[in-house]
């Protein structure tokens, strides 16, 4: 029953996005929606959403604790998958982006770097949706 009112919600959250928003950019924050509600089923935490530093530089779509890991999400959304998986359009920049901002926020929180992760989430916007979600995806980047 709860699984069928949410949908529902989202339908007609996505319809007044749509109608208010540039349609990548509705596409883009239904994608987050979805992410949110499946990371919170996983028992992740979402404490914030959007998060951007003060110098704007960056981007942290969701911040989620998992147990005592600090949890930085990238959520990429496609509504097909004719151009590959929507986690292929995560590159070298965005990273270093990405890596700054949740340096900026750790820092902010008082988190120790080696309690930090990065994940990425993708979204098919399919019916229904699909997701996958990859722990430690940028493993490397948030090493340097």
Request: aromatic share 6%; charged share 30%; with cysteine.
């Amino acid at each position: 029953m709860l699984g069928w009112l949410l949908r529902l919600a989202d339908g007609a959250r996505h319809g007044a996005r749509r109608k208010r928003w540039p349609a990548g950019q509705a596409a883009g924050r239904r994608g987050e929606d979805l992410a949110h509600r499946y990371l919170e089923r996983q028992g992740l935490v979402v404490v914030a959403r959007n998060h951007r530093p003060p110098s704007g530089h960056g981007e942290i779509d969701l911040v989620a604790w998992d147990r005592d890991t600090l949890v930085f999400v990238e959520v990429k959304s496609r509504s097909s998958d004719d151009c590959g998986a929507p986690d292929r359009n995560l590159d070298r920049e965005k990273e270093w982006a990405l890596v700054s901002a949740a340096r900026h926020y750790a820092r902010q929180a008082g988190i120790p770097w080696e309690r930090v992760r990065f994940d990425v989430v993708s979204v098919m916007l399919t019916d229904p949706p699909s997701l996958s979600h990859r722990r430690d995806a940028m493993r490397v980047a948030a090493k340097l």
